[in-house]
């Protein structure tokens, strides 16, 4: 049986690696989404470029290709473009807490400046000259 | 545009006094702020190193923004030592301004131009840069001309990274900056999102063949991982100086010209205090209070000490760290005493560390860095008889021992410094009690002398 001392650092290690999972996954699962992204936005150029003659294209849902009206088609890809987008931006957010709830369970140091919200592109673009060191 | 030649700002110069200091480390204290007797190049002055321990801490955790310190002893007693302890111990993130009290003396600029400008320099603030990029490795490239040979040109671009890939259609400016970027199959590139700038980081590894013929700047690099579209987060550490040179040079986003003396405009300086308090507000900026550290500050005036008092009430102050080895002696520009030459309403807020002259035993081992930091090597006997000089001379003249002792030693081709080498630059140069002897016995010999001078003046 197993005193308490190594009984506590099994637990002190489960939960590191718990953070750190939590962390790879939200990695992956950004990835994914913006695989999707890509393809979706290689699917709005094709509609716009490549389709231009015919006025229906067909769709593939699961095993199954549906004849749909392009307009329809690229509204519906549109929509989950932006959902796409907003979930990824979500995912962002989340993964910079998770990284610092694991920094800090590791006892590493919070990243300097790490919650700081960003200057907006005319104020970097002021004080350019002193970045680009 | 307007078409006003502007004057360039001036710096105030930097003067490295650090050279008799290279090897200091830091403070030389353990985690309980103990100091330990021979740590980092620090030797003895186990008291005041505590208290410059302490100050350390404060200045880490930010408590003590605007507040002063003097460190106050004989010539000699590694006044200088503490404070470049100081900041090595800070990091590179803080910012650690180093200046001599007789740098500010200048006709370029006011003394009080030249402090508030060290000032400035010594508060940083931390900004961060926030950038949606594309990053990839070029799998193909493929551009089409029209027929007609004039009109759009279009093309396709295929990026990917160890987990996905993709193809972009190109409109005519961004295939103009790839071939402008001499974009290649195999080449990594990064394409900002807003700009549309595009940068090349290297090429893939897996392009990498046995005879390349690649330009020497050419880096090879990994194919990146993740997603294409990237979010970069860049945190920037800039000093209030250098965002006040940029704002009075240029049209900047305060659109302020300075004056025609070089000098910083103070509106200019309070219209960044404004909009860096701004920042801060909407939670943009962290302002870091540094350290400025001044020597020699007897060197100072009485001008510049009223200065010095009001500026350290500025709620953008740093953390300012004095030394000065004398004691109660005239304020420059007045006819007062004072000690250390500091007027009392000034000595009254600050934070004073003394520190006391070397034993011997912490002389020896001073030397014995000193000469590992000057890759000497010295034989038993020379250090002990240097050590006796660095006892009733002083440790700065046995100090300049090593060096010369070193070449002369070099020069008969030995490997060890010898009690003869060290005698032999004893003999060949003065120190300062034997110098001033020296002066006594001939001083009716020397040119341009008087009798009667009276004690020098030397403000």
Redesign the interface.
Known sequence: KMDATSQRVLQYLTEVEEAAEDVLTT?QQ??D???K???N??AL?ALK?EMSDSNKVKVCFGNMFIKLPKSKTREMIQKDQDQLDEDINNL?KGLKAKVNHLNEMQGKPE?????????S???????N???KR | MATTKVPEVRDITRIERIGAHSHIRGLGLDDALEPRQVSQGMVGQLASRRAAGVILEMIKDGHIAGRAVLIAGQPGTGKTAIAMGIAQSLGT?TPFTALSGSEIFSLEMSKTEALSQAFRKAIGV?????TEIIEGEVVEIQIDRPATGTGAKVGKLTLKTT??E????LGNKMIESLCKEKVQAGDVITIDK?TGKISKLGRSFTRARDYDAMGAQTQFVQCPE????K?K????T?SLH??DV?NSRTQ??LALFSGDTGEIKSEVREQINAKVCE?RE?????IIPGVLFIDEVHMLDMECFSFLNRALESDLSPVLIMATNRGITRIRGTNYQSPHGIPIDLLDRLLIIATSPYTEKETRQILKIRCEEEDVELSEEAHTVLTRIGMETSLRYAIQLISTAGLVCRKRKGTEVQVEDIKRVYSLFLDEARSSQYMKEYQDSFLFHETQTAKMDTS
């Open positions: 990695k950004i990835v989404l913006d695989t992204r890509n393809t936005r290689e150029n470029n962002r990243f300097k400046g790490y919650k700081l919200s960003p200057l592109s005319d104020e970097i673009k002021a004080i000259s002193l970045l | 993130d931390r900004i961060k840069e926030e987990e996905m993709t193809i972009y259609d807003a993740g997603e294409l579209q979010r987060e860049v945190v920037h800039v250098e965002i940029i900047g986003f920042w909407e939670g943009k900026a962290e």
